[in-house]
């Protein structure tokens, strides 16, 4: 990296601290944090809940609502839907303010747990986890997941949701070319090859190349590399051989077996570019399940884990951010905002919304519900997740830069790749020298 990336780097973490520190200076007679301490309250009356997935996952939680206040005749939830792509910006926005903004009860992704955690936004969990009905009920993964995102001994979430990448393809396309399914890297890159017909506008695959690019691109060095950890010791296996060769097969597919508009791809072009054309494969998340299945049928798409790295090999998946519901500091009907928390975590809510959103449950007693069973790539997706064998990447989303480095710093890099403008080593370099310095400026703010 440049002396110049590197100052600037260090003018970002200098510039959030100064933030924090500022946030700190003016709450003196609120606690230690940016945000009021708040209250309890009566556990009654008014709270406002934030959908950090507004408009996608809106009607699900109308009908958690709904239910929890039929319930709780005296509290009223006021629900307020945050675009994915805005949340975090509206969250710090809030925060900045000094809170009175806030809402009482909020979805959190671990992705920016640790941001958010940092500026003094979310009380702790753990205790009242613990004095409740959802003691021992959360699945041990995703709790350590979130503890590990916060940074903190702690919980700063109750997680509700848990998602893994997942190889989309459509059985209908296979069965005519006589494919295999893409159970293995061969088979995958085999199909993206004899799917595509660019003159009759078909294509093997649809790549990401605008927005969240970085993390699916790591998803699928991982998983096609092998290598167990993003770490060794303090500095980062991005750029490993094996990742970057994985990274070179991945890009190759651009504009070969790919439409060439993919380079501008977000989530939701992505998506719509599997579902309303003639694209063999997708590799997206769970959450995208209910869009394939209203476009093709539950017979005509399927999806896998990622595959094993090679033949006997491990199976790698890198970690997916876990949904959770986050109790906000500054809230002044604590109580009540708690009895909602506790309400939408239970294994009949909890259900009814990952069914909805095609996610895992983080209540163990939904585990087995019939939903579960039918829904064959959650099915698949809990098993590879259950297997001994199988292999977690931990991504550092404790780091306070995570965010910034991997989409904004590095997201443009990407598509200067898929455009040979850059070649797989120069990205896995930039990246990983990025990578490095943010963990030894957390390390030493650690102590």
């Given at each position: 990296?440049?002396?110049?990336?590197?100052?600037?780097?260090?003018?970002?973490?200098?510039?959030?601290?100064?933030?924090?520190?500022?946030?700190?200076?003016?709450?003196?007679?609120?606690?230690?944090?940016?945000?009021?301490?708040?209250?309890?309250?009566?556990?009654?009356?008014?709270?406002?809940?934030?959908?950090?997935?507004?408009?996608?996952?809106?009607?699900?939680?109308k009908k958690i609502i709904t239910e929890f206040e039929k319930e709780n005749p005296d509290i009223d939830v006021e629900y307020v839907g945050i675009p994915i792509a805005d949340v975090q910006s509206k969250y710090d926005t809030a925060i900045q303010g000094g809170g009175d903004s806030l809402p009482d009860v909020g979805m959190v992704g671990t992705a920016y747990l640790a941001n958010m955690v940092a500026q003094g936004a979310l009380d702790p969990v753990g205790e009242r986890i613990e004095d409740g009905p959802l003691k021992g009920k959360l699945v041990k993964g995703m709790v350590d997941s979130v503890r590990a995102a916060g940074g903190e001994e702690d919980l700063f979430t109750v997680p509700t949701s848990a998602n893994q990448g997942v190889l989309w393809y459509r059985t209908d396309m296979f069965d005519k070319a006589g494919l295999e399914p893409p159970a293995t890297w061969e088979n995958f890159y085999r199909a993206a090859e004899e799917l595509t017909d660019r003159k009759k506008n078909r294509f093997g695959f649809t790549i990401r190349g605008g927005a969240g690019s970085v993390a699916q691109a790591l998803e699928m060095m991982y998983a096609q590399s092998g290598i167990e950890n993003f770490w060794n010791g303090d500095k980062t296996t991005v750029n490993d051989p094996k990742n970057v060769e994985a990274l070179e097969k991945y890009v190759g597919l651009y504009n070969k077996y790919t439409p060439k508009a993919d380079l501008n791809n977000d989530f939701t072009?992505?998506?719509?570019?599997?579902?309303?054309?003639?694209?063999?494969?997708?590799?997206?998340n769970l959450g995208s399940y209910t869009d394939h299945v209203k476009a093709f049928g539950e017979d005509g798409v399927d999806g896998l884990p990622m595959p094993p790295s090679s033949e006997g090999?491990?199976?790698?998946?890198?970690?997916?951010?876990?949904?959770?519901?986050?109790?906000?500091?500054?809230?002044?009907?604590?109580?009540a905002a708690w009895k909602f928390i506790e309400f939408a975590a239970s294994a009949e809510m909890n259900s009814l919304w990952n069914?909805?959103?095609?996610?895992?449950?983080?209540?163990?007693?939904?585990?087995?519900?019939?939903?579960?069973?039918?829904?064959?790539?959650?099915?698949?997706?809990?098993?590879?997740?259950?297997?001994?064998?199988?292999?977690?990447?931990?991504?550092?989303?404790?780091?306070?830069?995570?965010?910034?480095?991997?989409?904004?710093?590095?997201?443009?890099?990407?598509?200067?790749?898929?455009?040979?403008?850059?070649?797989?080593?120069?990205f896995a370099d930039d990246l990983a020298e990025r990578l490095n310095e943010a963990q030894a400026e957390w390390s030493e703010q650690k102590g």
């Open positions: 990296m440049s002396g110049n990336k590197s100052r600037r780097s260090r003018a970002r973490s200098l510039l959030a601290l100064g933030i924090s520190a500022s946030l700190a200076l003016t709450a003196t007679a609120c606690g230690d944090s940016g945000t009021e301490t708040g209250s309890e309250g009566e556990g009654k009356g008014k709270i406002v809940f934030w959908d950090n997935n507004g408009g996608v996952r809106t009607d699900v939680w072009k992505m998506v719509a570019t599997f579902t309303g054309g003639e694209v063999g494969m997708l590799q997206h090999g491990p199976r790698t998946l890198v970690s997916n951010p876990v949904d959770g519901m986050g109790l906000f500091k500054s809230s002044g009907n604590k109580a069914e909805s959103a095609g996610a895992i449950p983080a209540h163990t007693d939904a585990a087995d519900d019939e939903w579960i069973n039918e829904a064959k790539p959650t099915k698949a997706a809990m098993e590879s997740l259950d297997d001994p064998s199988t292999k977690i990447v931990q991504l550092p989303y404790y780091l306070p830069d995570w965010n910034g480095i991997s989409k904004a710093d590095t997201e443009p890099n990407f598509q200067k790749l898929l455009l040979g403008q850059m070649t797989a080593k120069e």
